[in-house]
């Protein structure tokens, strides 16, 4: 009985000891990160898209735009473009109030306007997001079937906003970062291989959850010994007490 209290405990400390160091293999986000200025003002971009019918997305880029607009980009003097769902959109029960992680798989790092994608993005080309790891695919193109899809997803008005540092065009709804997870599973090979800072957090996040499970699994484990060892401890069955003496 003892040995087995033994084991446990040693798996236990064994799979805390894993899951501290994967904690600590990757550097902490810090809380209080600066707020992006680059001239791109909240109010104004708010505004426009009020004008233009897209009060939803205006309303949400009103709180998060800031959080939105990573300080890196703004201070490099990047041009970023940003793809706006109509209102329609967020009457969909699975985006009622769509999070900031699906609102980055919105957001190209880089300026692409109806031009850039006709002469640069044909069919099935990647488009890097703010979103690790999750690109969006050209499904059209404005040279081929006579409007621009993203994820199957068209492009419904371009340039409803554009100040020379954030564009934002309309687009009938949102992307769904499945369309491409299911139908180019390739491009995610391809994001880790470009890019094995945000590979390996990835997989420092997958790796925090398995850790955490065993650690959970072995806490109930030894738990359960305790009780039986210790509430419900066994009888002797007949002929062990001989054994005794």
Not at 2 to 19: G, P, R, V, W
Not at 64 to 78: G, K, R, S, W
Request: hydrophobic fraction near 45%; charged fraction near 15%.
């Amino acid at each position: 009985m003892a040995s087995n209290i033994a084991y446990c405990y040693l798996l236990l400390l064994l799979s805390s000891t894993l899951f501290i160091t994967i904690r600590a293999a990757w550097p902490y986000e810090q809380p209080n990160q600066p707020k992006p200025s680059g001239g791109i003002s909240v109010d104004l971009v708010s505004s426009v898209l009020s004008d233009k019918g897209y009060h939803a997305m205006s309303l949400t880029l009103e709180a998060v735009l800031e959080a939105l607009m990573p300080t890196h980009f703004i201070n490099q003097n990047t041009t970023l473009t940003l793809f706006c769902p109509q209102d329609q959109a967020f009457l969909n029960s699975k985006y009622p109030r769509p999070p900031l992680t699906l609102l980055k798989y919105h957001v190209v790092p880089f300026k692409i306007d109806k031009d850039t994608m006709e002469a640069t993005f044909p069919h099935g080309s990647m488009v890097d997001t703010l979103l690790p790891g999750h690109p969006l695919v050209v499904t059209s193109s404005p040279g081929t079937g006579g409007y621009a899809s993203l994820n199957l997803v068209k492009v419904t008005e371009w340039e409803l906003y554009n100040d020379g540092r954030l564009i934002i065009h309309g687009v009938e709804d949102f992307f769904d970062p499945a369309f491409q997870i299911l139908r180019y599973p390739i491009y995610d090979v391809i994001n880790i291989q470009e890019n094995p800072r945000e590979g390996f957090s990835m997989l420092k996040d997958a790796l925090e959850i398995i850790s955490l499970f065993i650690l959970l699994a072995l806490v109930a484990a030894f738990t359960y010994v305790l009780i039986r060892s210790f509430i419900f401890p066994q009888k002797p069955r007949d002929g062990e007490y001989a054994l005794l003496y």
